[in-house]
């Protein structure tokens, strides 16, 4: 009878189990408005888009060995979790790939429909989380692009990536590591001092160094393929790609 009793409080506890943290979506909720907007509350990500999508096109081109030039991920099944209003998913989505787009807030999912209608995007936008998302087929590609430092459990949130990941496919985890640089950068500068993002939108206590990430991921069938630093230049007013990875790094795995 025991054993019984504690096997079912386990399944309720698996059941329970989500990567969603409300805390995080309610107040990218309250933004949603403003994802398209250049000059907004998400102008950090329109200065880092260019870099971001480079470096996912390229990684991905040179991983399938793909020749299409007109439409260069032209069949390739891209994930985007956390897409917010798009801004990943529309430039993957023009450059040839079949996307579907998950983010946990209605909100955000509202604004990404609206966009991609308006410009005739076919983009398949869904209010859900990596562990909930109902699908019978598995992805070439997948994209946490600044999304695990807002999840509730990284461990559990990779472990539903990665099983919606075909094998020798590719993810990408773009986000911030956990130094006391990225403290003073990442929190005292963009959000206190420089102003670039609303106080209070990242939390220091869920950043996630290089290795931790590795490892989590290892456990996942997960194997690391390349890690880049990304680096902001002031004076130019851009990010490029750096040896630097103590603030803001990418990660790109391939699935065993």
Known sequence: MIDKIHLNCYVNKISYMTSVNKKEIEKFSKMAEEWWDP????KPLHKFNPIRIRYIKDNIINHFNLKDKN????????LDIGCGGGLLSEPM????AHVVGIDASEKNIKIAKMHANKNNLK???KSTSP???KTNKKFDVILNMEIIEHVE???FFIKACSKLLKKNGLMFVATLNKTLKSYVFGIIGAEYVMRWLPIGTHDWEKFVNPDDLIAISKKNNLSIKKLDGMKYNLINDQWTLSRDKSVNYIALFNKD
């Open 71 to 78: 439409k260069p991920l032209n069949k390739i099944n891209i």
């Open 93 to 96: 989505s023009r450059l040839g």
């Open 131 to 133: 562990e909930k998302l």
């Open 39 to 42: 000059n907004g509350k998400f």
């Open 123 to 125: 983009i398949d936008y």
């Open 153 to 155: 459990d990284i461990n």
